[in-house]
């Protein structure tokens, strides 16, 4: 291990004192915290649902408790698909055997409700060839332990009983099969992201060493996440989908945050810096960078918190801890890590074998130069603007340079393009998850397309209309007459109740898709028809309706939670006004391209064959929120490396143009790797055989490439041009404000200049300018390279 070259205490503050000072105390403790967190996140898939899509206290959901504790076959969640395997249902040996298993069904412990063809000749029940019926039956329980007892039963009917095979399907079979579906498609995405992320690390460090950091503290991040989840499910509900999510940001920011503080560390040694020096240096800087990036994302995705449904609540827990818990790895173990290894971070080099291999080749050409001959001037002009063309990040500050010099030009047609890429989206059409997220061969979705394609109705019901408060037989006819009239209504059933005085419901069938429009209107002009008892409707539609009212509801409190966060924090590292305003806009900008994709790909099909999903004409209602939280987080993640690196380059010049141009080519390449490798990881999500997963990882990958490349890039630089040094204006009082409470990268140290133009330099000052910039960079041309 290589020697610390000062013994001495750290310079910086107290927090970068207490991490150098026990580096091997530290790793100790975090070994046996990340233990711990393994053994306490055992197990925590298996314990978490797949649902979460309902709005708790919504007229769907209070009607559904009320239907499934008062009249359980009005709300079957298992279905059992018998087949005839010659002949037809009828058949007095298929409709013995048929009966025999509906009986057993109805003796298991946990099962009620069960009602079949055979039982209730319902034609509904019957599949137009004959060949198929259904016997319905509903589990009672929550998710967890109406799937244990599904997990029981299950084997004993699925497959052949005599003349009959049957199948398994229905809203516990869908929604059991699409964890377990989940759970195998993360474990795949690990085994993808893993080592192809390891593989672009040592790309971009060009040592093993330092590769396998950031990689190490995105591991302990997911496996800290996992104990936290596990924790919490003991508390509430949480979705199994959010565990996606804890992988993809677990690597993504981790590696992200490990990388800025890596690069800035080899950058400082490569200054001369001894250890502890370099690392208080990068904890001053690169430090508060990271902790305000985890700060900005942790607040994007706090916004899930204000929507009622699990599901999306679920993924704020999980982003929420894993950024958390990036953060602090990389601001604690990293440190302790770095002060471990010292100049031996550089270690493993694997590019110097091949920059070798390309010397000694080149030495072998023939008509090369003897050494010690003497160079045409020509010549050595030439090597020299080779040279400067192969500077690290020299093509970062060249695009910045031509972006700036065309500044108008650039932003109106990025900004034009960004926007086009969008326009999908406007005609983007809402719906709910049911079996065709799953692929085509599993059971359960083949079950449900047999019902949709050879069955004349909805066996599982269309909309339910529960009525309470006790009616006479006559009332209870009018109110069916007036809902049958209704306008896309196909039919009326019921009343169905128990006795006098209880609840009763009716069952309506309206026209074309369950979850229609023409259904979703049906339930609005359900909810307003006249009654003489309170009524209340529930049924795929129903709760769809009152899912979209949820979210239109909370959207503006979680966009306003975003923005004002986003602009406190930002502010709090600029000092400036028009920069936060600056982010959030073009944050908004990247987005999209994302959301554009998501209408033409997944919900108009396009590509859904080469991607292996089945589009359903529209997009599951949470899927926008839950992607414009987490993409806006990882562009803010993005947009703070960059605006940091600028900021600290301002402070100590007063040149804005030059700080843009040193920023984008400190950290372009950077953002860009950081950028590549989260979209591998969140590729390797979208592999999933869930639409809903392949969606977000898909989708998110975009949106993350599309900042990088194109927002950071072009716009950032055009736009920063165009507002000059206007843009780190701020009014007297938010100056004060910043200077007391604020904090910029470059610590306490930095102090901004003067917010008034900076004196004409004469012709002398530029050149020596100049030629100290050239300098500094030849002597950080090795670790910035890296």
């Known amino acids: 291990m290589a020697e610390v070259k000062n013994s001495g205490p750290a310079p910086g503050g107290g927090w970068t004192r207490f991490v150098t000072a026990r580096p091997r105390l530290s790793l100790l403790v975090a070994l046996v915290i990340t233990a711990l967190a393994v053994f306490a996140g055992s197990g925590v898939a298996d314990r978490m649902g797949s649902g979460g899509f309902e709005v708790p206290g919504a007229e769907s959901t209070y009607a559904t408790e009320v239907l499934e504790r008062e009249f359980p076959a009005s709300q079957p969640n298992l279905l059992l698909l018998v087949s005839a395997r010659e002949g037809g249902v009828d058949d007095p040996g298929v409709a013995a055997e048929a009966r ?218 999980a982003g929420i801890a894993v950024v958390l818990l990036a953060a602090v790895a990389a601001l604690t173990l990293l440190p302790a890590a770095l002060m471990l290894l010292g100049e031996r971070v550089n270690a493993l080099d694997l590019r110097r074998l091949f920059k070798r291999r390309s010397r000694a080749a080149e030495g072998a050409e023939p008509g090369r130069a003897r050494p010690g001959a003497a160079e045409p001037a020509g010549a050595r002009s030439s090597r020299s603007a080779e ?59 083949v079950v449900q397309d047999e019902l949709r394609d050879g069955f004349p109705g909805s066996p599982g019901g269309g909309l339910t209309v529960l009525a309470e408060g006790g009616a006479i037989p ?48 049906v339930v609005g002009e359900l909810r307003a028809a006249d009654a003489p008892f309170d009524t209340s409707v529930t049924g795929g539609a129903a709760l769809l309706v009152d899912s979209k009212d949820a979210i239109g509801d909370r959207l503006p409190w979680a966009g306003a939670i975003i923005v004002v966060v986003t602009l406190l924090l930002v502010f709090l590292l600029t000092g400036s006004v028009l920069i936060p305003i600056q982010a959030v806009v073009l944050n908004g900008l990247s987005l999209t391209a994302m959301f554009g994709a998501v209408v033409w790909v997944f919900q108009e099909g396009h590509l859904s ?110 736009v920063m041009k165009l507002t000059g040094r206007l843009t780190w204006w701020a009014p007297g009082p938010l100056r004060r404000f910043h200077d007391r409470f604020g904090v910029s990268e470059g610590g306490d140290a930095a102090k901004a200049p003067e917010r008034v133009e900076a004196p004409e330099r004469s012709e002398d000052h530029g050149r020596v300018e100049a030629s100290e910039r050239a300098d500094e960079d030849t002597r950080d041309k090795e670790s910035v390279g890296r």
């Open 387 to 445: 040279a400067e063309a192969k500077e690290p990040g020299a093509g970062w500050a060249r695009t910045a340079a031509l972006v700036m010099r065309r500044a108008p030009v650039f932003a109106v047609l990025t900004t034009a393009g960004l926007v086009l890429l969008g326009l999908p989206f406007l005609g983007a059409k809402f719906g709910t998850v049911d079996d065709r997220q799953l692929p085509t061969t599993a059971e359960s979705r």
């Open 474 to 521: 006559a009332e209870y006819a009018g109110y069916r007459e007036r809902i049958a009239a209704l306008d896309g209504v196909v039919r009326v059933d019921g009343p169905m109740a128990s006795g006098a005085g209880s609840p009763a419901y009716f069952t309506v069938i309206p026209e074309g898709e369950g979850v229609g429009e023409t259904a979703q209107r």
């Open 100 to 317: 025999r298993l509906a009986e057993r069904l109805d003796a298991e412990q946990g099962v009620g409700g069960v009602g079949s063809y055979w039982g209730t000749g319902s034609p509904a029940l019957r599949s137009e060839d004959g060949r198929q019926a259904v016997i319905v039956a509903r589990v009672e329980g929550d998710e967890k332990a109406a799937g244990e007892i599904l997990e029981r039963i299950a084997p004993d009917f699925r497959g052949a009983h005599g003349p009959v095979d049957v199948s398994i399907g229905g809203q516990l079979a869908v929604q059991h099969e699409m964890q377990s579906t989940v759970e195998e498609d993360l474990l795949r995405a690990e085994l993808i992201a893993l080592p192809v992320t390891l593989v672009l690390l040592v790309m971009v460090f060009g040592s093993a060493v330092a590769a396998m950091l950031p990689l190490g503290i995105g591991i302990v991040a997911i496996l800290g996440t996992n104990a936290v989840l596990r924790g919490l499910t003991e508390l509430t509900d949480v979705s199994v989908f959010a565990q996606n999510l804890t992988t993809a940001l677990g690597l993504g920011l981790a590696i992200d945050y490990a990388l800025f503080v890596v690069r800035r560390f080899r950058e400082e040694l490569g200054r001369g810096a001894d250890t502890r020096t370099a690392v208080a240096t990068t904890l001053r800087t690169a430090g508060r960078t990271v902790l305000f990036s985890a700060l900005t994302v942790a607040a994007s995705l706090s916004a899930m918190l204000v929507f009622p449904q699990y599901f999306l609540r679920s993924f704020a827990y």
């Open 609 to 718: 064959g080469f991607l292996g999903f089945t589009p359903t004409g529209d997009i599951e209602t949470t899927l926008p929120v839950l992607m414009f939280c987490v993409a806006f987080g990882l562009s803010m993640d993005y947009g703070v490396f960059l605006i940091s690196r600028i900021k600290e380059e301002y402070d100590a010049t007063g040149d804005h143009d030059h700080a843009v141009r040193f920023g984008l080519r400190r950290t372009g390449g950077l953002i860009t790797a950081a950028a590549v490798i989260l979209a591998v990881v969140m590729v390797a999500i979208g592999t999933s055989r869930v639409t809903n997963t392949k969606m977000l990882g898909l989708g998110v990958a975009l949106a993350v490439l599309m900042d990088a490349m194109v927002v950071r890039s072009l716009l950032v630089p055009a």
